[in-house]
Every structure is written in structure tokens, then in C-alpha cells.
């Protein structure tokens, strides 16, 4: 089987012969191979290319169009999923979705940029490769900090910049042996060899751009310990294009709404965020007074038995506080409820003496309320007003 993607990377139609179609029971769909393609195959980390096998069936006039719903390499043979079986011998036209083929390329050939550069530069290895359609992960045996890794950015972009020829070789076995390049298997024969002068020389079955140029730009968007290693996230091309936009977006709305220049957003989070926790220390403190006061004005336990508050949208710590208070001087139940009659009300309550779970079954059988709790201290949700839920002490 002929691959034409070896031949021309910008090669999206094409016509091949079927010459196999087998039908796969557990997946539920045909894996058919033709006697040559232009689809990439998902191989070496990298998903397999998209596109579509058209074809006119024995019946038919109509051509029938069956989308690639993936695309595996077995023994050097490339299997092409679709739904519908295709006879062999059937001639099918093959066309190639140019956009995630591009995308890919742009990708993959920025990975050798990168790891290249690590490679020469640190002797750390890319011991693995992902490129899906949303990620591209680069994995290496070594630990670089953030700085160098800025520094290896820079440099690639500057291969970018230099627009390097990225050259494509099966050197023979005797050239293979005295060349010395980057590379996952032992192989001797066949090996197809990219270069990128001065950056790279990598064994690699996948489609690169034809030159450095066309990758655009590279921009590594985060990096994290993996195995030993790290773990590096790049962008290439147009993906690094649409990131910008993103985050330029995001930039600009944070800086319009903080009042700070873009550059300095993040200062300006920071600042909100400081401010934040000192409103939220008032307003604990505010609360605090709120519900002392209240409690003050409570029935003593000489009066009753029970304390019983109805407040207003508090913090839950506040109110568990005065509750931890009240319960040692009260001998019945102290509960605070709080929220409004259309809402409904929040509650913790809180006994030293009685079993609040007794209390919590009550509730639930007469408002239908939601919680639970231990024999010294139930908490929920309850849809009533509050004269009646009164009536239950
Ligand atoms: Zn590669």
C-alpha cells in the first residue's frame, strides 16, 4: 500500500482501490484498506487525519460519501473506519480535511523544534508525544525550570523566524549508521529521517509543514512533574493564534472591570482578592454583634427552655458559634433559623440535653425537611414560614 502522504503532505484528494473490507464485530463499524491513501493514520502519538471515502455502490447512481471515522496502521497496512462496508475492488475517492492536516502539521513539526532544542541542549530525551485535537503534550526524561524553558521557546521561535527548509530522507543503512538523530526504535532499515537544519534531526513517520516558516509561532502554555520529568503543553500555529484570543479577551474584560492596565491584572486580582477577606473579616465581626445582640434579647433560660432566633442570610460559622454558646445555658433546644418566609429558612440546632434527631424527624414530617445530623447538633433546609415552624417548640 501506497502512502501518498510520504509523497505530497498537501495532497487532500485522491483515488485508491479497496482491497480489503473487513467488518469488526466489537467496534461495529468496516476498517477497509486501500492499495494507496493520503490519510495519515493515527501513529506515534499523533491522532489519525479526517476526511471522507466516496464511492458509487453497485445499485446506486448517487455517490455515497462516507465520513473517516478513524484511520489505524497494522503490518504496514493502513485501515480506514467507516460505517458502511465498501465491496473490494470498488473505487473510492479520498478526500483529505485539509484544516486538521495543516493543524497537525504545525503542530508536530514545532514538537521537533522544542524537543530538538531540549535534546541538544540539555540531552534530555521526548520519551512521549501526544497530539490530539484539542493538546499537545511533550514529555521529557529531565526537569527544566520555567526559565529555560522560556529560553528554548525564544530560540524555537527564532527557528521559525529563519523560515529553515525542513528536509525529508530514507537514508541508506551505511548513512544511518555514522548519523546521529533522535529516535524511539532500533530501526536499520527504511527510516525516514526529518531534519530541520541546525535545530533537529528526528526519526518520524507523520506530515510536516515544508518549511520552519509555516508553523507560525510556538508558545509553550504550561508545564508540570511527570514521571521524574515534566511534562510541557506547546501550541503551534494557529492554536497559539486562537490562545492569544482567548486570553487577550479575558485581559482585556478583567482590565476594564478592575480599572488596571493589562499588563497588570494580576496585581489588580490580587488586590481584590486581599480586600475581599478583610470585607469578609467585617462583615464575620458584624454578624457576630448581630446575633449577640439577639441572643441577648432572648427569653432567659429561667423563662424558657428553648432559644429559638429567626435571622437574617448569615454565615454558617457565626451562627454555629452562638449556637455552641447558648446550648450549655439553655435546657431544651437552641436553634437558629435563618433566610425569609418565600425562600425558606436554614436552621442548626443544638441541644445538650435532648436528641436534635427527634427534632429533625419532626420537621421533616411536618414542613417536609431536608437534613440531619448527630443527637447534639442537626442541621437543613426547611420551606415554611416561620410562625408555624414556632409552633413546633
Ligand atoms: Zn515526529
Redesign the pocket.
Known sequence: MKKLYYEDVHMTEFEATVTECIYDEKKKIYKVALDQTAFFPEE?GQVADKGTLTFINETGVEPVSLPLLDAHIKQDIIYHYVEKGIPVGTVVKGNVDWEQRFDFMQQ?SG??IISGLVNKQYGFDNVG?HLGLQEVTLDFNGVLTLDELREIEMKANEAIWKNLPINIAFPSSEELSVLEYRSKLDLIENVRI?TIPGYDT?A???PHVDTTGQIGMIKITNVQSHRGGIRVNILCGNRALKDYTVKQNNAATISATLSVKQDLIADGVERLKQENLKQKEVMNRLQATILKNMADNLPTPDESNHAILFVEPMDDIAIRNLINDLVPKYSGYVGVFWGNDVDGYRYIIGSSTLDCRELATALREKFGAKGGGKAPMIQGNVMAIKEQIKTIF
Open positions: 506515534g508536530h514538537e521537533h508525544f526529518v528526528c518520524c513517520c507523520a
